[in-house]
């Protein structure tokens, strides 16, 4: 089963920043979280991950909580074509288990 | 580098046809990931391989279902018989073992009548 908790959808206005919340309260200290997206029809696709340090990089920033037991996905400036299912995993480690579990995600429309 | 490579896009079948999906991996990954997606159970894992070597199949739903990886550069899934509830998208994923992000192919549409 996933590990994660994400709203099922939220809405973003073209050009503004997009800000998709995760929860993750029963995540372990050696795994990370991990966000990838889906557009329509496609393959997921990876976008960032991190352990307990903020991250960034040319698509997105990662802010994970202090006690890790949350995360956010920031896309700084939301265009059309990052409307598509986002999810938040946490990678299990478990005797060498490379799975990652997707959950249901979050359904993000941005809005011209 | 052109990806994962998934064949065929699309395929319709009569029930109790075998069906076989096939994948390409991206050259140097070594481990590769087989995932269905449908509406009502979004996306789950079925097999993964590393180094040609199937480590985790609990996800494969039937005997009916069978995965082979005969070298680094080829992987197949193999659905005999297939069945109207076999309909969906699978997806072929691969990675470097101890790295960060999959690449996923662009699936493979099976729908059976």
């Known amino acids: 089963d996933a590990k994660t908790t994400q709203p099922p959808s939220m809405d973003c206005a073209e050009g503004r920043a997009a800000n998709l919340p995760c929860n993750h309260s029963?995540?372990?200290?050696?795994?990370?979280v991990y966000w990838y997206r889906q557009i329509h029809s496609q393959g997921p696709q990876y976008i960032i991950h991190?352990?307990?340090n903020n991250e960034t990089n040319e698509m997105a920033s990662l802010i994970i909580t202090e006690d890790r037991k949350s995360s956010t996905l920031i896309l700084p400036h939301a265009t059309l074509r990052d409307t598509a299912v986002y999810y938040c995993?946490?990678?299990?480690?478990?005797?060498?288990?490379?799975?990652?579990?997707f959950g249901k995600g979050t359904k993000l429309t941005v809005n011209p | 580098d052109a990806g994962v490579i998934q064949s065929p896009r699309h395929e319709v079948t009569e029930m109790g046809q075998e069906v076989t999906l096939r994948c390409k991996p991206i050259?140097?990954?070594?481990?590769l990931f087989w995932y269905r997606q449908t509406m009502m159970r979004g996306l789950e894992l079925l097999i993964y391989?590393?180094?040609?070597?199937?480590?985790?199949d609990s996800g494969m739903p039937e005997d009916r279902f069978s995965a082979k990886m005969p070298n680094a550069s080829f992987s197949t899934l193999k659905i005999q018989p297939s069945e109207p509830r076999d309909s969906a998208v699978y997806f072929c994923?691969?990675?470097?073992?101890?790295?960060?992000?999959?690449?996923f192919g662009s699936g493979t549409r099976l729908t059976v009548v």
């Open positions: 994923a691969s990675s470097i073992r101890g790295g960060y992000g999959y690449t």
């Open positions: 029963t995540i372990s200290g050696n795994e990370y």
């Open positions: 991190g352990l307990k």
């Open positions: 995993i946490v990678r299990e480690l478990q005797g060498g288990s490379e799975k990652l579990v």
């Open positions: 050259s140097g990954h070594n481990s």
């Open positions: 391989f590393n180094n040609n070597v199937p480590i985790d």
